[in-house]
């Protein structure tokens, strides 16, 4: 299939902003969706609404099936060795969150270990500062090398007998870093620590396969993998979750309710209470379809090849900076000298090209990289080198509006 196949499926892709045509370069915030989605989402509500697991008439099954059929496409996407590994969420945050008070506060005590990186989302440093704050555990950081990569060598000095839990991205949402998880989970568990794996920006573009890196827990989001909005998953290994509490409750993940005690049901669904989001599994069932069917191997190299050309049309721009290491995944984070990062956005948006500007949810890397703010262009499956040139035009005319030409 190629790219103009791929993207008369994202009929969003298909208009002018601002008088000009769309040049969508925002997927790492959230990708497009395809027709596939939105019409299995469409046919859903049109067609067979209703609520899962409780009732048994016609509609009710369909909707079920729907639903745990999703689940069961996850399952296969990650190679979970079993569907009661794999939780449906609303997002990477909600399944972290998940983590960090289910597991965290009923693991780690005062003189434990809490080891992440100077990289993370912000999703993956807060709730391990209130576990930290409620344990008495300490938080330590992952040093980064001078490209912003992690190595092996860090990883081994930093982690230690006192630590208990490692959260690392699989992917930098700044730096496009693609981080060795199966190395820092083998040493992760040497010490005798769980390894959890953020693999929001990692997902929708490479394979992945939890089995062989042997992580504890693995979050997801629905959005970034062309699905909907407000669905995503939790894997956890079989033998932790059946350990931990749920954090909410209510109905569905019940199994018994007494007057002054109840009992929950099995693995998933006691992490699941209330109505879930139906629609939204329904829709991340029919990404994952569509993206398996292009193939993870050819997103990541259709997107490796995006990036290198985009860095190497990018600094033949004068006083443009680029960061993160050589080999990354499939985006660019830069500044231009004197020019406020919301300044280039606003100019290339009047191009009608579409990059993110600010902090990216990570403050932390922001304080490490010494900027306040940084420019995005990240790149999906539906991008173009033609895409690329017209943001390279675009910089070079952000630059000499602000006076800061050749």
Known sequence: MNIQDIRSFFPILDQEVNGKPLVYLDSAATSQKPVQVIEAVDRYYREYNSNVHRGVHTLGTMATDGYEGAREKVRKFINASSMQEVIFTRGTTTA?????????????????????????H???IIPWQQVAKKTGATLKYLPLTEDGSITIENVESTISDKTKIVSIMMVSNVL????????ITEIAHRNGAVMVVDAAQAAPHMKIDVQALDCDFLALSGHKMCGPTGIGALYGKKQHLEKMEPIETGGEMIDFVGLYESSWKELPWKFEAGTPIIAGAIGLGAAIDFLEEI????IEKHEHELAQYAMDRMLEIEGLTIYGPKKRAGLVTFNIADVHPHDVATVLDAEGIAVRAGHHCAQPLMKWLEVSATARASFYLYNTKEEIDKLVEGL?????YFGNGF
């Not at 496009?176 to 190395?183: D, H, R, V």
């Not at 070079?396 to 000499?400: R, Y």
């Open 122 to 124: 912000h999703a993956n």
């Open 295 to 298: 193939g993870l191997d050819n």
């Open 96 to 120: 972290l969150n998940m983590v960090a008070s289910s597991y965290g506060l009923d693991n780690l005590s005062q003189g434990d270990e809490i080891v992440i990186s100077y990289m993370e």
């Open 396 to 400: 070079i005319n952000t630059k000499e």
């Open 176 to 183: 496009g870093a693609i981080n060795p998880i199966k190395e």
